[in-house]
Nanobody, 123 residues
Framework: QVQLVESGGGLVQAGGALRLACAAS????????IGWFRQAPGNERVFVAA????????RYADSVKGRFTISRDNAKNTVYLQMNSLKPEDTAVYYC????????????????WGQGTQVTVSS
């Protein structure tokens, strides 16, 4: 079993940056792919970025490519999402999720979810 806790959200002006963290408990963290998703009010939860268990393979949604960077530190059981050049449309609750096997982009492919952290970008 893996438990995930997100942190690092907050209020930032457009053009600013935030770094989200997803801290995991459980000894199997290093074997899990981790994804970040976001959900804006009234919208579905959508894929943002994902990273494989070794940290070598990553994938990004087109909307965040070149602005967001996902990374992981398996020694600290933590995955990070560095978000630069933030836009008002990035405003959402951000969730991290874990799964065994390769990275994936669909919510139903992930088994473990955190509670989310709010990111608000003002114009």
């Amino acid at each position: 079993q893996v438990q995930l806790v997100e942190s690092g959200g907050g209020l930032v002006q457009a053009g600013g940056a935030l770094r989200l963290a997803c801290a995991a408990s459980g000894r199997t963290f290093s074997s899990r792919a981790i994804g970040w998703f976001r959900q804006a009010p009234g919208n579905e939860r959508v894929f943002v970025a994902a990273i494989g268990s070794s940290g070598i393979i990553t994938r990004y949604a087109d909307s965040v490519k070149g602005r967001f960077t996902i990374s992981r530190d398996n020694a600290k059981n933590t995955v990070y999402l560095q978000m630069n050049s933030l836009k008002p449309e990035d405003t959402a609750v951000y969730y991290c999720a874990g799964r065994g096997g390769p990275i994936a982009t669909m919510t139903n492919e992930y088994n473990y979810w955190g509670q989310g952290t709010q990111v608000t970008v003002s114009s």
